[in-house]
């Protein structure tokens, strides 16, 4: 296209046979001629126009591909968007700002996505209208979840497909990537000289070889230390510390496996033990004779549990963040992609858990679980099945219902004080450091009173697994005031569930549990303490004493020891009742695992009437001279000298096992390491010891002066209190007075166990004094000897507190009294 000019316009008339040479007639070629090229000029500027847009619409889905690398999300939709009220409607969901529409399933015409259609569409994700229905169609019981997981995977599978690929049996270090440069132009260098070396033999030549190798050397630990200390320091658990130790040392944390089974037949077998194992338990119990219960099962009169709370959005992040983002194979995306897409999740997430709530009904989905048999001990044979323990796999969602359900039913426990007072698990405030607390402070009353005292631990057998679900339900209902809705979505949570065991990659056929509650579930262990609230009033009914921790039950019974017969017989008719009730509620009384140890002060240890064992249902049960108890050795005088020794031991082994790997640490990461697996074992239950004779105390004071030495490669002749400083640790001795000190300021804000705050007085005086405006005193009990009665809790703990200064005492906040608690108990 190009403009006409006058010389154009003669030669064109001539070919046509024309020969007008009138001036109107070229005025009027002139004026065409001008008018087509207007219309050219025309044409290009719309063109120009067409190239501009054309380019800015380039530019635009440059910008949209960016942001949609950046900013947007890809959320997949399931095919059964259905009205709750109607099913047979199908509901136009109305969507903004779409990007990519995949399936053609989103109308631009009227803006509508019309259901049912499958596909993946990358949207900003604002719903601007029928919202009820999209919530519904993501929390849609059963089939909608399948659903949903199916759609992530299928949407993992578009932008990360798997792909497989050879795997070296030998693949590079960890650590290797970051100096890989460096290190092979070293390595490089270093084959040079070491061929110049053997060529000319030369010394020169070998000193040569001999600085390159230096420097291959130094490079590799230059990496290994940058590597490892930045992921020590990065480490969020014992267990990732734990397996980076492992590694630096050569170690491999994989539990063995029994080699005579056909790795692909290994995931069955067992999968056959397990099942066969708690089946064969089951029908034991079912084939004893029906007896009467010892007690009835206590009736609760009080406000219902009928019906859950809905959650939020924020309700729910807080306990993911708090519970941590843990995935298995169960789930459809992995922990560091469900980390990245939680906001974008996270109102499914809510919507799913509420449905659950409202309905009353666990989805299916989440009643899988995936078991991993781990060895037992390191020690025991890996051939043998019966030393392997089923560790359970659950999906994350499952596990975020499940806390969320345990936190409204504890505040209904909580709130009607439903709860046995000496049960110590589950609860806020109470810990096994409380229990044994309680525990030694009574046994050490009674030796302080000259008394002995018969201590037994149960020992129960599967007791997860064999709980019968139609008693539980009962007494949930009964003596819990669980009901409606609630008591449904407990009786679809137990019921219809499945697991199968994995092994190497492989995996079993999945098999039903009828029985008990699910392993490694959140509801799993406080359904087992409702389950087991009786036990307590049968020993009660026996006049002894019981605490427990979860499944760990201990009775205890005190008194003069002429009276030994009557305590023993006390204990077996209270055990027997015990089995009798057991028995009765489908759970196994491991009568031969069952400990018992006869506590006793020092001058009745070789009496002649002590007995060597105790009889129980037909079993010979051995006086230990020693037992463990959470976590805890104690011994026939209550002295902890057993556990002392036990905790040096091990922290000594921890102390050398980190030693030699000390030259690839900072002293930020042995500190790490040495605060995981050393001072929190100094730590564990330390106020027991509150009260112990000095030497006992050095003992572990030794432990932590190696242990600050080792940060700081001192020797041993230099002082330890400047070390200890500059790690700002504490003492052994100011370690325990700072443990009883929290425990006793906890009387005051009302987070202590009762059991505790029932063993301290506080101060009032007979009279007016200038001290009586002081209301945060204790009395300090009489004690009749320094061994045992100014050891227990109840003597210690106002003894230390009273000790403090009147502004620590009246610190108005927890945080801000161990801030000042430290300050105060640091040597000067």
């Known amino acids: ?73 890809t959320v997949a939709f399931s095919a059964c968007l259905r009205n709750s009220a109607d099913l047979t409607s199908d509901p136009r969901l109305k969507f903004d700002n779409v990007g990519l529409n995949i399936g053609q399933g989103y109308n631009p015409g009227t803006f509508t996505f019309v259901a049912p259609v499958s596909g993946l569409y990358m949207l900003s994700f604002k719903v601007i209208g029928a919202t009820e229905h999209v919530r519904f169609a993501m929390m849609q019981q059963d089939g909608q979840l399948i659903e949903l997981d199916k759609l992530l995977l299928a949407l993992l599978d578009q932008h990360a497909p798997a792909s497989s690929r050879r795997v070296s049996h030998r693949p590079p270090s960890p650590w290797y990537s970051s100096a890989a440069p ?144 843990k995935t298995c194979e169960l789930d459809p995306l992995p922990a560091s992609i469900l980390t990245h897409c939680l906001d974008t999740l996270l109102p499914h997430f809510t919507s799913v858990i509420n449905a659950s709530l409202s309905s009353g009904s666990f989805p299916a989905i989440f009643k899988s679980a995936i078991l991993r048999p781990l060895l037992k001990k390191p020690s025991l044979d890996p051939e043998n099945l019966k030393n392997y323990r089923p560790v359970s796999n659950l999906s994350f969602l499952s596990k975020i219902t499940e806390k969320i359900v345990l936190s409204q039913l504890l505040d ?153 017969p009557r305590l023993i017989a006390s204990t077996q008719s209270c055990i027997t009742d015990l089995k009798a009730w057991m028995d009765l509620n489908k759970l196994k009384l491991n009568e031969e695992k069952t400990e018992m140890i006869l506590v006793s002060p020092k001058k009745h240890l070789n009496h002649p009437s002590l007995p060597s064992s105790v009889d129980l249902n037909g079993s010979s049960i051995a006086l230990s001279p020693a037992v463990r108890n959470l976590g805890v050795t104690l011994d026939q005088s209550l002295s902890f000298h057993q556990h002392v020794a036990n905790v040096c031991r091990t922290c000594f082994f921890e102390i050398r096992r980190i030693s030699s790997i000390r030259h690839l640490l900072t002293e930020d990461a042995t500190k790490t390491l040495l605060c995981a697996f050393v001072l929190s074992r100094l730590d564990y239950c330390n106020s027991i010891l509150s009260g112990s004779p000095n030497y006992i105390i050095e003992k572990l004071q030794r432990v932590q002066n190696h242990a600050a030495r080792l940060i700081f490669r001192s020797s041993k002749h230099d002082h330890i209190t400047p070390l200890l400083q500059t790690l700002h640790w504490l003492p052994v001795q100011q370690r325990i007075q700072f443990k009883i000190s929290t425990l006793c300021f906890r009387n005051f804000d009302l987070s202590s166990p009762s059991y505790l705050s029932d063993l301290l007085d506080v101060y009032s005086p007979s009279r007016s004094l200038r001290s009586s405006a002081d209301t945060r005193l204790f009395r300090i009990p009489s004690a009749r000897t320094k061994t045992y009665g100014q050891r227990t809790f109840s003597y210690q703990a106002p003894s230390i507190w009273n000790q403090l200064p009147h502004s620590l005492r009246h610190s108005t906040s927890m945080q801000s009294f161990k801030t000042s608690l430290k300050t105060h108990l640091f040597p000067h």
Not at 22 to 38: G, P, Y
Not at 53 to 62: I, N, P, T, W, Y
Not at 263 to 276: K, M, T, V, Y
Request: charged content about 20%; proline content about 5%; aromatic content about 8%.
């Open 1 to 73: 296209m190009h403009r006409l000019t006058g010389k154009e316009v003669q030669p064109v008339l001539k070919s046509q046979g024309h020969d007008v040479r009138r001036s109107d007639d070229a005025f009027h070629l002139a004026a065409i001629v001008a008018k087509q090229n207007q219309l050219i000029e025309e044409q290009r500027a719309e063109l120009q126009a067409l190239k501009t847009d054309l380019g800015r619409v380039k530019s635009e889905l440059q910008d949209f591909k960016v942001k949609v690398a950046n900013d947007s999300y």
């Open 182 to 325: 460096q290190l092979q132009d070293a390595k490089r260098e270093r084959r040079r000289a070491e061929r110049q070396w053997l060529k000319s033999g030369l010394t020169v030549h070998k000193q040569i070889f001999q600085v390159a190798n230096k420097a291959v050397t130094s490079i590799v630990h230059a990496a290994k230390t940058a590597f490892y200390n930045v992921k020590i320091l990065a480490c969020s658990s014992s267990k990732q510390l734990y397996d980076i130790t492992n590694t630096l040392l050569g170690k491999s944390d994989s539990s063995p496996l029994p080699s005579e089974i056909p790795s692909s037949r290994l995931p069955q077998a067992f999968s056959d033990f397990f099942a066969s194992k708690i089946s064969t338990l089951r029908q034991s119990l079912d084939a004893l004779p029906p007896t009467q219960s010892p007690i009835p099962d206590p009736s609760y009169s009080g406000p219902a549990f009928s019906s859950f709370q809905p959650v939020t959005e924020s309700t729910v992040r807080k306990t993911i963040m708090h519970a941590g983002i």
């Open 412 to 564: 209904h426990l909580e709130a009607n004080h439903l709860l046995y007072c000496n049960q110590s698990a589950y609860r806020s405030g109470h810990s096994t450091e409380t229990a044994l607390l309680k525990i030694s402070n009574d046994i050490l009353t009674a030796l302080d009173n000259n008394d002995v005292c018969l201590l037994s631990l149960l020992d129960l057998s599967a007791a997860f697994d064999t709980i019968d679900h139609a008693v539980l339900l009962s007494r949930l209902q009964n003596s819990f005031g669980i009901s409606q809705s609630v008591l449904s979505w407990f009786q679809s949570y137990l019921t219809d569930r499945y697991q199968s065991v994995s092994v190497n990659g492989l995996s079993s056929s999945a098999s039903p549990l009828q029985y008990g509650v699910p392993q490694g579930s959140v509801l799993g262990p406080i359904l087992f303490v409702l389950y087991t609230q009786p036990i307590p009033s049968i020993a009660a009914h026996h006049f002894l004493s019981h605490h427990s921790f979860s499944d760990d039950n201990q009775l205890y019974l005190s008194g003069p020891i002429s009276d030994l």
